[in-house]
C-alpha cells in the first residue's frame, strides 16, 4: 500500500502562484510514474501533468508553459508549481502515483487539496 499526502493548496489570486507537494510513503518503491489531477465542480477528473522516475514529463495543453512538475527520487515527493494561475484553474487537486507490484502497475490517489482561483 502507498498514501500519499498532499500539501499546498489554498486560494490564491488570478495571476498567482502555488506550489503543490505530494509525499508518498508506505510501499512507495518500485512507483514509477506520479501526477497531478484535477477535478473541477460538475467536470470529469482530468490529468495535469505527471513525470516518469526518469524523470520524462507531460502536460496537459491547459497549463503547459505555466506548470511545471518535479520530482525528488530519494523522498518519494512530487511537486507542481503552477503559475500565472486562472479562475478555470479552481478545482480540488489529487496527487497519483502508479506503482508496479511485481509486473502488475497498481495506482494509488491522495486526498486531493482544493485550489481557488478568484478573479
Known amino acids: 500500500q502507498v498514501q500519499l499526502v498532499e500539501s499546498g493548496g489554498g486560494l490564491v489570486q488570478r495571476g498567482g502562484s502555488l506550489r503543490l507537494s505530494c509525499a508518498a510513503s508506505?510501499?512507495?518503491?518500485?512507483?514509477?510514474?506520479m501526477g497531478w489531477y484535477r477535478q473541477a465542480p460538475g467536470k470529469q477528473r482530468e490529468l495535469v501533468a505527471s513525470?516518469?522516475?526518469?524523470?520524462?514529463?507531460n502536460y496537459a495543453d491547459s497549463v503547459k508553459g505555466r506548470s511545471t512538475i518535479s520530482r525528488d527520487n530519494s523522498k518519494n515527493t512530487v511537486y507542481l508549481q503552477m503559475n500565472s494561475l486562472k479562475p478555470e484553474d479552481t478545482a480540488v487537486y489529487y496527487c497519483?502515483?502508479?506503482?508496479?507490484?511485481?509486473?502488475?502497475?497498481?495506482?494509488?490517489w491522495g486526498q486531493g487539496t482544493q485550489v481557488t482561483v478568484s478573479s
Open positions: 513525470i516518469t522516475s526518469g524523470g520524462r514529463t
Open positions: 497519483n502515483a502508479v506503482r508496479l507490484e511485481r509486473v502488475t502497475p497498481v495506482t494509488y
Open positions: 508506505g510501499s512507495s518503491s518500485n512507483i514509477v510514474l
